[in-house]
Every structure is written in C-alpha cells, then in structure tokens.
C-alpha cells in the first residue's frame, strides 16, 4: 500500500483542477493506497469541498497555519503505506506516473523516486541532480552519467515511507517554504541512502503557484535567501563563524551598499531561526 499526502493551504482550485489526475494514476497502477490532505487553515473552502467531492480523502485540519515543513510532517507521522507519494497540489500526474516510480523502486538502501516535472520554466530539470559540499555552500550537479539524484523534491516524489519517519520528515526550520526537500535530501544522502530521477515519470507542475498566490516577491526573496543561508550553514565543511564571516564579506554587505537592505533582513532571520534551533 501506498500513502498519498498532500499539503493544502487555499489551494480549493487547484485541487479541483488536479485531482482527477492522482485517482486516474492510482487507477492505473492498480495499486491499494490511502490519501490524506492535511489543510493549513485554509480559507477558501477547500474542506468543504474535499469533503463534499471526495469523501474517501482523510482531510486533517492545523488548528494553526504551520507551513510545509510541519503541514507535511502531520501527514507522514500517520501515514500507514510503505511507500509515500509527497505531491504539491498544483501537480498534474500522468496517468502512468506513480506506476513508474514504483516500478524503478527497488533496493534496500532506496530513499525516493522522483520524475520528470514539466513546467513553464526556462531551464526545467532533466537530469537527477548531485551535490556537492564546499566549504561555504553546497552546489548542485546535473547528472548525465546514470538516473542517480541527490536532490528529491517534495513536490513530486515516491518516498520509503519508514526511512521518511526515521529522518523526522521535513526540518521545520525551513518554514514556510523553500529548502526543506534540500535539507531531507542532503540528510538522505548523509545516511548513505539513494535515490533516483525517472525521465520516464512525467508530470506537470504550474509552479509555485500556492506559494505566488499567497505572498509578495520581496518575502518570498527574503525566505529563499534566508533559507539558503540556513541550509548552506547547516551543511558545508566549514565552522558556522567562518561560514558567517564570508557570507557577510561577500554577500550581505555588498548588497547593503547596493541598497538591497533585505539581504541583511535575510541573515538576521538565518541567524536567529538557527540558533534557537
């Protein structure tokens, strides 16, 4: 059995839009799942409607809105499946799509599948993707050689449901969105694990548009560089003082004298939301 989970915060049209595609490729796997959609008080009407059109859907409700990384992690702590498919609910799945994953899932030491999400964007990932860790930051790879990945993203992905719940699911640190399928998977990595990327597992993604619909560009920079201070902190070779000091010589105040006074905004969040943690 597999679980279904997605995260859902005023995403009412989107999931009326996409659904339909999720139940085809379970249909078509003939697979025995469970689905859950954990809802991060929505506004929108979004219960309403899963419970009035599908009501075979475990709708889970925060008292409080928590973003992804607490918003999935409600979900996977329950999920009874093996295996766990992780989808955005801007996800439109092929109707081969979960059949694929599951097919190329093989292996003990397995971690996720992931597949091919077309979208709008200019360069759209096509390859798996490796990293690399440096002394200030970790880099990215693309792979040619083999359908090896490092990086797993949570939008679209088949996870191991028991090595998920092992890694404590998504650090909330990250929230409320941006580097936290980074973060599982860097940590994946870590405990030897991997994972792979399936060109022949298509799927369409709109693309950041639970994110986009629901904040302003300047906070959504201002999260994603913070959260990229964070994760790089966390992860790179080189002591946090040392990781802090380059990133001020090189980054922040180049910036600030720029005008760019968010950057510093950024590192300041970077620095508290690490410490408390």
């Known amino acids: 059995m597999i679980t279904v989970l997605i995260p859902n915060y005023n995403g009412r049209t989107l999931l009326e839009q996409f659904l339909p595609s999720v139940f085809a490729s379970l249909d078509f796997s003939q697979v025995d799942y469970e689905f859950i959609i954990v809802d991060d008080c929505s506004t929108d009407s979004s ?17 409080v809105n928590l973003g992804f990384s607490r918003t999935c992690n409600k979900g996977i702590m329950v999920a009874k499946g093996d295996k766990l498919l992780l989808l955005n609910s801007d996800i439109e799945l092929s ?25 709008d964007s200019a360069k759209p ?27 797993v993203s949570g939008a679209n992905s088949l996870y191991d ?11 909330p640190i ?13 940590r994946a990595l870590k ?37 990229k201070l964070i994760f790089n902190r966390l992860h790179c070779k080189s002591s946090t003082t040392t990781f802090n000091a380059q990133v001020l010589t ?10 760019q006074f968010w950057i510093w905004d950024s590192y300041k969040d970077s620095l508290t939301l690490t410490y408390k943690n």
């Open 250 to 259: 090189t980054s922040i105040l180049p910036k600030c004298c720029l005008g």
């Open 95 to 119: 109707p081969a799509y979960i059949k694929t994953c599951l097919d190329n899932f093989v292996g003990g030491e397995t971690f996720a599948v992931t597949g091919r999400a077309i979208d």
């Open 161 to 171: 449901t028991k090595k998920l719940k092992q890694l404590g699911g998504f650090n």
């Open 174 to 186: 990250f929230s409320p969105y941006y580097f936290e399928d980074d973060d599982l998977s860097y």
């Open 47 to 63: 219960v309403e409607f899963l419970r009035y059109n599908y009501p075979e859907i475990k709708v889970i409700q925060n008292i």
């Open 125 to 151: 990932q096509t390859t798996g993707i490796l990293y690399k860790q440096g002394l200030f930051t970790i880099k990215k790879y693309p792979n040619r050689e083999s359908n090896l990945t490092h990086f």
């Open 191 to 227: 405990k030897g694990w991997k994972s792979y990327f399936i060109t022949e597992a298509i799927c369409y993604h709109k693309g950041s548009a639970s994110i986009k619909s629901c904040a302003k560009k300047r906070k959504i920079k201002r999260i994603y560089f913070r959260n």
